[in-house]
């Protein structure tokens, strides 16, 4: 699957600018992961591969309204075609669908998912809103603030430290690093 079918998928079903806009921050972090954990050189398919299932995991959130335990699960009603391995992840990021992840992938895109959305609401209440401005230090102490974007599930993110072997820390300087590569596209 390249990376425009994929992108035709999202924006067929997604049409929320902030969920489009999440879609993508997990796509760049999906990817600068999987560098952090893969010895090089890196295989472009693979990383390819990370890249659209952070870009997919969320495109059926707006039909699965209401019904959080199909969420991750309908898509594939609607779309056959998604590969199996990207189906499987996408599937396992809804800790809601009893799924469990498998692969460093699955387990991936279910920690970033929730950090992206923390990093975002970080800097929205950074003074000057852009995420060049924010710090990993920035967004740790907002993570440690049990009241701050309380959506965000700090016991997913923790988790990869556990399953892909990369401290809280480094997890957030990738994430933040990847979003603001794309922070044009971010609006942020």
Not at 142 to 150: D, Q, S, V
Request: charged share 25%; net charge neutral.
């Amino acid at each position: 699957m390249s990376r425009t079918e994929a992108y035709l998928i999202l924006t067929k079903y997604l049409k929320n600018p902030n969920l489009l806009k999440h879609s993508l921050a997990c796509e760049a972090a999906m990817k600068m992961i999987y560098k952090k954990i893969t010895q090089p050189p890196y295989d472009p398919d693979v990383e390819q591969m990370w890249g659209i299932t952070g870009l997919l995991h969320d495109a059926d959130y707006e039909m699965t309204a209401g019904k959080p335990e199909i969420h991750g699960i309908y898509l594939f009603q609607k779309e056959p075609m998604i590969p199996k391995d990207i189906e499987y992840a996408i599937k396992a990021h809804n800790p809601r669908t009893s799924i469990t992840p498998k692969s460093q992938m699955d387990w991936a895109i279910r920690t970033v998912d929730q950090l992206t959305g923390l990093i975002v609401a970080a800097t929205l209440v950074h003074p000057d809103k852009k995420l060049a401005s924010i710090t990993p230090e920035f967004v740790l102490n907002r993570l440690h603030e049990k009241t701050f974007a309380k959506g965000a599930d700090r016991t997913q993110m923790k988790l990869c430290e556990e399953k892909l072997g990369i401290p809280l820390n480094e997890f957030v300087a990738i994430t933040l690093l990847a979003m603001q590569g794309i922070s044009n596209d971010l609006h942020l």
